[in-house]
């Protein structure tokens, strides 16, 4: 069965600061939304850049191992042949047009592949991840061509064992592409209520993920902090209490904006799979310091995959 999936980002930069990125596979461990899962992967680059052969083959123990081949070149659009040798074997057209205008750069990235028929119940899934990928690498890509370069780091700390403690926060299930909105006003709430009416402080400031359904493209998250001061503090009914048991974690660590978080989470669940790790109880994010006091590319998060014992 044939399916498709088709991403698309508008650049705030000239044509000539995003061909590069695309045509030349030596740009592309700056922004592949896999090669930065796995940044010790071995990656091979070979032929001449933008021509039909131009070649990047990689060989991972996270990403798996494959070969992407400019197949046609032009202009507006370059076209590649894509293969997976491992863990599965697969092929697939990719291909990324350019549309220029007014100093700005319309990425469209497009892929045309198949599954078996029998497979037909995996397709809605395969598309959404490919989907969520995709987005990812489009956001790497305006990012460096407006600013020059990703000022993000996405680190795997391993397992760790973890001190829980518990929370009080506000919970909401919101489309996944409202969560930068609705979080942030959240936490607004949160500051307001507990640190400058409550004149409260907390350890812990957090986001609990209790549901997440990709395929509809809705989550169920809590913004929390920890209630170790809160006993006296009066909240209203939006409020919430939960606790993170005491156990061992995998845990990833991003230094940067929370634009490309999603790289934690990719690199999280990708190591959860490939180390067969099992999951307990909910994942979360911790915030280490504040977007109010220190710049995007400073911001220090940490997101936590519970696991069992």
């Not at 596979?25 to 592949?32: D, G, I, L, Q, V």
């Not at 634009?259 to 490939?274: D, P, T, V």
Request: charged share 25%; proline share 5%.
């Amino acid at each position: 069965m044939k399916f498709n999936v088709t991403k698309s980002i508008v650049v705030n930069a000239p044509y000539e600061n995003v061909r590069p990125l695309i045509e030349d596979f030596n740009y592309w461990n700056s922004w592949s939304p896999w090669v930065v899962l796995e940044p010790e992967c071995k990656v091979t680059v070979e032929g001449d850049v933008n021509q039909p052969g131009h070649s990047m083959r990689w060989d991972g123990e996270l990403i798996g191992a494959g070969q992407n081949i400019i197949r046609e070149s032009s202009p507006e659009r370059i076209d590649y042949n894509l293969e997976f040798f491992k863990p599965w074997k697969s092929k697939a057209d990719v291909s990324f047009v350019l549309e220029p205008s007014d100093g700005q750069t319309k990425v469209t990235w497009t892929m045309d592949s198949s599954m078996p028929f029998f497979l037909f119940f995996m397709i809605k899934s395969i598309k959404t991840f490919v989907g969520m990928d995709y987005e990812r690498g489009l956001k790497m890509i305006k990012a460096i061509a407006e600013e020059g370069s990703l000022d993000c780091e996405t680190i795997n700390s391993d397992t760790m064992d973890y001190k829980g403690f518990s929370y009080r926060g506000i919970q909401r299930t919101v489309a996944i592409s409202d969560m930068p909105e609705t979080m942030s006003k959240d936490f607004e709430k949160i500051v307001n209520d507990i640190v400058i009416q409550g004149n409260k402080a907390a350890e812990h400031w957090i986001c609990v993920y209790p549901k997440f359904d990709l395929k509809k493209g809705v989550a169920t998250y809590i913004a929390a902090v920890s209630d170790e001061n809160l006993d006296d503090l009066e909240l209203d009914s939006h409020y919430v209490s939960g606790s993170v048991p005491s156990g061992k974690a995998l845990e990833i660590k991003h230094n940067g904006s929370y634009e490309f978080l999603g790289n934690a989470w990719a690199m999280g669940m990708m190591n959860m799979q490939s180390k067969k790790l099992k999951g307990k109880d909910y994942p979360f994010e911790q915030y280490w310091n504040s977007p109010t006091e220190v710049k995007p590319n400073e911001l220090k998060t940490s997101v936590f995959f519970p696991l069992k014992n």
